[in-house]
């Protein structure tokens, strides 16, 4: 069964500091794994694609890494700020043109 | 439009009431999928429409539940008879293909069933 799980489901802060959030998945056929950001009230907007021969990306604060022998992908934000508190979703494109979305992780800073 | 519109924004119903909401796609955009998203809670696969093939309608709950697209172009998803559980929001997504390319989500529908 393709699945997306994902931990911690809710994290909280401080301004400032590092968090790194963690996706597990079993989806086959695999095309990519993208971390998505939503807002409360809004709609997802995509941070990250990870591809099956990349293992780290990096998007500003952002930083991705993907293992896929294991199907593991972690999220690490870096010097957190106030506008990273959302939910963080890790979201695999299956070839099969599937999109499976994990739960998300629900991310608080606090000042 | 530069991005994917959904409309309305919110919507209140009386249980038993039917709804459509509707999904504009980004211009261009073969692939269109509908989710929806309970308070609090991950996002839930409905339909996915992919240029004049046959829509795969495996994730819709029951049979009150419906889809329509005209081409590449405007959905509505229409649920019949509502209930309060399908209180949520209903977020439509477009992306340019099937093969994996980013879907872009539209800021939703929030439905609510009194």
């Known amino acids: 069964k393709n699945q997306v799980e994902q931990s911690p489901q809710s994290l909280i802060i401080l301004e400032g500091k590092n968090c790194t959030l963690q996706?597990?998945?079993?989806?086959?056929?695999?095309?990519?794994l993208r971390w998505y950001k939503q807002d409360t009230g809004r709609g997802p907007v995509s941070l990250t694609i990870?591809?099956?021969?990349?293992n780290t990306k990096s998007n500003g604060r952002y930083t991705a890494t993907l293992d896929a022998d294991t199907k593991q992908s972690s999220l690490h934000i870096t010097a957190s700020q106030l506008s990273d508190s959302a939910s963080y979703i890790c979201?695999?494109?299956?070839?099969?043109?599937?999109?499976?979305f994990g739960s998300g992780t629900r991310l608080s800073i606090r000042p | 439009g530069a991005g994917v519109s959904q409309s309305p924004s919110n919507k209140v119903t009386e249980k038993g009431k039917d709804v459509e909401l509707r999904c504009d796609p980004i211009?261009?955009?073969?692939?269109l999928y509908w989710y929806r998203q309970r308070l609090g809670q991950g996002l839930e696969f409905l339909i996915y429409?992919?240029?004049?093939?046959?829509?795969?309608k495996s994730g819709l709950p029951s049979d009150r539940f419906s889809a329509e697209r005209t081409g590449e172009s405007v959905s509505t998803l229409t649920i019949q008879r509502t209930q309060q559980e399908d209180s949520a929001v209903y977020l439509c997504?477009?992306?340019?293909?099937?093969?994996?390319?980013?879907?872009?989500f539209g800021q939703g529908t929030r439905l609510t069933v009194v």
């Open positions: 997504a477009s992306s340019t293909s099937w093969t994996g390319t980013e879907a872009f």
């Open positions: 996706c597990n998945y079993t989806v086959s056929p695999f095309s990519n």
């Open positions: 990870m591809t099956f021969s990349e």
């Open positions: 979201v695999v494109y299956s070839s099969a043109s599937k999109i499976i």
């Open positions: 211009s261009g955009h073969t692939a």
């Open positions: 429409f992919q240029g004049n093939s046959a829509p795969d």
